[in-house]
């Protein structure tokens, strides 16, 4: 199964500060998404990219920056984390078949 | 906009019983993938199955895509597969992302 490395596992932020989610994927995949899941809600697209150094907004990226340095790497960044960022956040690459990271939660408080 | 539906929410089992669970999409579609999740979080791919049937073990899925739905059948259910499985199909576009349906949470009593 591809491989899709999340960083860190889990993560508690102070309101107002500055948070970076790593991913890192070693299948060779063009694609790779950042999801978050809330109870009730499911999971939802926040950014997806295609190629390195492009992202692209999903369906809920109000708040999310996105940086694709290079096909392996996807970063998600909450550059002032609130409350209502609290979730958990999946990273995924793939094109056909989908594969998912393990997971980040992040606390923010 | 695709919209996926997930039936039931929520099922409990006795170990050894069989579950069928539901997929029902709004539109076409060309991906269809379902997932398991473990109640830790971490969300295991099961079988990309646009359409026809797939099997694996004691799971089945079976997609027909004209009538716009898929199942995923469990036989000979153990304590070992609790957790949720989620349905998720492509989106609108050329984007590559899927949606997802809310899921069914699976309890296995023993």
């Known amino acids: 199964e591809a491989a899709v490395t999340q960083s860190p596992r889990s993560k508690v932020a102070v309101t107002g500060g500055k948070v970076t989610l790593s991913c890192h994927q070693t299948?060779?995949?063009?694609?790779m998404y950042w999801y978050r899941q809330d109870t009730g809600h499911g999971l939802r697209l926040i950014h997806y990219?295609?190629?390195?150094?492009?992202?692209e907004k999903g369906d809920i990226p109000d708040g999310y920056k996105a940086s694709r340095p290079s096909q392996e790497n996807f970063s998600l960044i909450l550059e002032l984390a609130s409350l209502s960022q609290t979730a958990v956040y999946f990273c995924?690459?793939?094109?056909?078949?989908?594969?998912f990271g393990k997971g980040t939660r992040l606390t923010v408080v | 906009g695709q919209q996926v539906q997930q039936s039931p929410a929520s099922l409990v089992l006795q170990e050894g019983e069989n579950a069928e669970l539901q997929c029902n999409f709004s539109?076409?579609?060309?991906?269809l993938q379902w997932f398991y999740q473990h109640p830790g979080g971490r969300l295991v791919s099961l079988f990309y199955?646009?359409?026809g049937t797939k099997h694996t073990g004691r799971l089945t899925s079976t997609t027909v895509t004209n009538e716009r739905r898929s199942s995923l059948h469990i036989s000979s259910s153990q304590t070992t597969d609790s957790g949720t499985y989620f349905c998720?199909?492509?989106?609108?576009?050329?984007?590559?992302?899927?949606?997802f349906g809310l899921g069914t949470t699976l309890q296995v009593q023993p």
């Open positions: 998720a199909i492509d989106g609108a576009g050329n984007t590559g992302k899927l949606i």
């Open positions: 539109s076409t579609a060309t991906r």
């Open positions: 995924a690459s793939g094109r056909g078949e989908v594969f």
């Open positions: 299948n060779n995949h063009d694609y």
């Open positions: 199955n646009p359409s």
């Open positions: 990219s295609y190629v390195a150094d492009s992202t």
